[in-house]
């Protein structure tokens, strides 16, 4: 059974920075698409990035300049540096491994809160 558990989130005062880090069980880590995705209050959950197994990225328009996504294969990890935040990127933040060969996220992690405010 697959396991996702998201941490680092919190409050940081905008302009301020967050690394947000997903912890994924080992199996079919390495061949899996990752992905961070985020729903803020009243809103649909959104993709913020992904990356596949060929470490190839993909951002939303939002997060273009601002945010890293990155994965660690050996630590079955994937995290997400976030820069230069602002009060608009209050959401909860939601880390997803897609199945084998397939693109769209099938697990889930609980999520983790990010709030920007001064």
């Known amino acids: 059974q697959v396991q996702i558990v998201e941490s680092g989130g919190g409050l940081v005062q905008p302009g301020g920075s967050l690394r947000l880090s997903c912890a994924v069980s080992?199996?079919?880590?390495?061949?899996?698409?990752l992905h961070w995705y985020r729903q803020a209050p009243g809103k649909q959950r959104e993709l913020v990035a992904r990356?596949?197994?060929?470490?190839?990225?993909t951002y939303a328009d939002f997060a273009k300049g601002r945010f890293t996504i990155s994965r660690d294969n050996a630590e079955a990890t994937v995290d997400l540096q976030m820069n230069s935040l602002t009060p608009e990127d209050t959401a909860v933040y939601y880390c997803?491994?897609?199945?084998?060969?397939?693109?769209?996220?099938?697990?889930w992690g609980q999520g983790t809160r990010v709030t920007v405010s001064s």
């Open positions: 080992r199996s079919a880590f390495r061949i899996s698409t």
């Open positions: 990356i596949t197994v060929g470490n190839s990225e």
């Open positions: 997803g491994q897609s199945l084998p060969a397939t693109v769209e996220p099938y697990y």
